[in-house]
Nanobody, 129 residues
Framework: QVQIVESGGGLVQAGTSLTLSCAVT?????????????ITWFRQVPGREREFVAG????????YYADSVKGRFTIYRDGAKSTVYLQMNMLNPQDKADYYC?????????????????WGQGTQVTVSS
């Protein structure tokens, strides 16, 4: 059983940075016995579908980004702490959303929320102009 807890959200001004954390418990990302898994960040605005933001595979060798955040956001993992981070730079009001971390029991990253089996409760990011 995987538990996921996001943190780091808040209110920031446009043009500034914020780093979100995704703590994964129940498994260790670097465990050799661990079933391969991918960790992905999604975000959702009320009234809109949940959208892919960034994903990283188990070993961190492959990362993927939505076009809207490419060059501004960086996803990386700290296996020792079983934590995946999303560093967000040059935030703009369009980045305002609830951000969710999700895991799926496969090593490859999918951009489809339906393919993820474990979700955190989300953390809110608000960007003022």
């Amino acid at each position: 059983q995987v538990q996921i807890v996001e943190s780091g959200g808040g209110l920031v001004q446009a043009g500034t940075s914020l780093t979100l954390s995704c703590a994964v418990t129940g498994r260790t990302l670097d465990s050799p016995a661990l079933t391969s898994l991918a960790i992905t960040w999604f975000r959702q605005v009320p009234g809109r579908e949940r959208e892919f933001v960034a994903g990283i595979n188990q070993l961190g060798k492959e990362v993927y980004y939505a076009d809207s955040v490419k060059g501004r956001f960086t996803i990386y993992r700290d296996g020792a702490k079983s934590t995946v981070y999303l560093q967000m730079n040059m935030l703009n009001p369009q980045d305002k959303a609830d951000y969710y971390c999700a895991q799926r029991p496969y090593n490859d990253v999918s951009q489809r929320p339906i393919e993820y089996t474990s979700w955190g409760q989300g953390t809110q990011v608000t960007v003022s102009s």
